[in-house]
C-alpha cells in the first residue's frame, strides 16, 4: 500500500514543498496532489502558477494532481467567505480524500500550504476519513528567514534543522468503506435543517449565534443577545431536548454543547 502527499494550497506554495523535502526523508509518496481553489484570477492564482513550475522541475519522476475544488454545480470556488462555500470547500475535499482512500493509498494530509479556513474544512474531512496511525495530519514551521523570502521552495543548506514538522492529533475515521459520501453529507445536512425547523425564532437566533460564538458561556452569549443569562440557559435547555431526536447512534450525549454545535453544522 502506497503513501498520497496532499496538500491545500493557499498563497505560501512554499510550505508544501517544504514539507514534502521534509516528509520524504522517512515516507516514499507515490504521488503528490494538491487541492486548491480557483486557479487562475483567485488571490492564488500565482502560488498555482509557480507550484506547478517548480513540481514539474524538481520532482520530473513524481505523480502530481491538481484537484480544483468548486461548487457542487461546477462554478468556481474563489475563497471560503460563507457557509455556502464553506460547505462545499468540505465536501469536495471529504471527495478527493475518500477517492485516494479507495484506491487504497495511506495518506498524508499537509495543512500548512492552505489559507487557515481551507486548513480547517481540509482537517474535518480527514477526521472522518483518516484511519491513524497511517494516515496522518502534518503541519509545518519554517523559520522567519525563510518565510521572508518568497520562492523558497527547498530548505537552504544548514537550515535542516530549524524546519519543524508537527504531526497533528487526529480522532479515528468515522467513514467506514464502502459509505456514500455524498448521501452521507446530504443526510448530516438535512439533519441541521430539520433541527432547526423543529425551533422556535427566538431558539434559531441562538443557535446562529452559538455557531458563531461557539465557546462562549451562557452568561457570554446573553450579553451578546442583551438578554438575561437565565433566558439563555432556558433556551439552550429546550434546544438540547428537541435535539435528542436527531442525535445519531454513538454521539456523545453528555457534551451537550458539542452535541449541539454538531448538529447544527451538520457534522
Given amino acids: 500500500m502506497g503513501y498520497a502527499f496532499i496538500a491545500t494550497l493557499g498563497q505560501r506554495p512554499e510550505a508544501i514543498t517544504v514539507a514534502f523535502d521534509r516528509l520524504t526523508e522517512q515516507y516514499h509518496y507515490d504521488l ?11 488571490g ?10 517548480v513540481c514539474d522541475r524538481d520532482y ?20 471560503i467567505e460563507d457557509r455556502q462555500s464553506a460547505e462545499a470547500y468540505h ?15 495511506r495518506l498524508h494530509l499537509m495543512i500548512a500550504g492552505g489559507r487557515k479556513a481551507m486548513s480547517i474544512y481540509a ?28 520562492g523558497q521552495f527547498h530548505i537552504p543548506a544548514g537550515m535542516r534543522d530549524q524546519v519543524q514538522l508537527v504531526d497533528l492529533p487526529l480522532r479515528p475515521a468515522r467513514v467506514a468503506p464502502g459509505t456514500d459520501v455524498e448521501a452521507l453529507l446530504e443526510r448530516l445536512s438535512s439533519r441541521s435543517q430539520s433541527f432547526l425547523a423543529k425551533l422556535t425564532e427566538a431558539e434559531r ?12 458561556t451562557n452568561e457570554e452569549l446573553a450579553k451578546i443577545a442583551g438578554k438575561a443569562r437565565r433566558t439563555i440557559g432556558n433556551q439552550l435547555a429546550s434546544m438540547y431536548d428537541k435535539m435528542i431526536g436527531f442525535l445519531e ?17 451538520g457534522e
Fill in 32 to 42: 503528490l496532489a494538491v487541492l486548491h481553489t480557483e486557479p487562475h484570477t483567485s
Fill in 44 to 53: 492564488i492564482a500565482q502560488a498555482f502558477a509557480d507550484l506547478c513550475a
Fill in 60 to 79: 520530473p519522476r513524481l505523480q502530481t494532481r491538481f484537484h480544483e475544488i468548486t461548487y457542487s454545480d461546477g462554478s468556481p470556488l474563489i475563497d
Fill in 91 to 105: 465536501r469536495a475535499a471529504l471527495h478527493v480524500l475518500y477517492q485516494y482512500r479507495r484506491e487504497g493509498y
Fill in 123 to 150: 482537517m474535518l474531512a480527514a477526521s472522518l476519513i483518516f484511519e491513524p496511525p497511517h494516515d496522518r495530519v502534518w503541519t509545518v514551521l519554517s523559520p522567519e528567514s525563510m518565510m521572508a523570502q518568497p
Fill in 205 to 216: 437566533e441562538l443557535a446562529k449565534l452559538l455557531m458563531e460564538n461557539p465557546y462562549a
Fill in 249 to 265: 447512534f454513538g454521539e456523545d450525549i453528555y457534551n451537550k454543547r458539542q452535541a449541539l454545535l454538531d448538529v447544527l453544522r
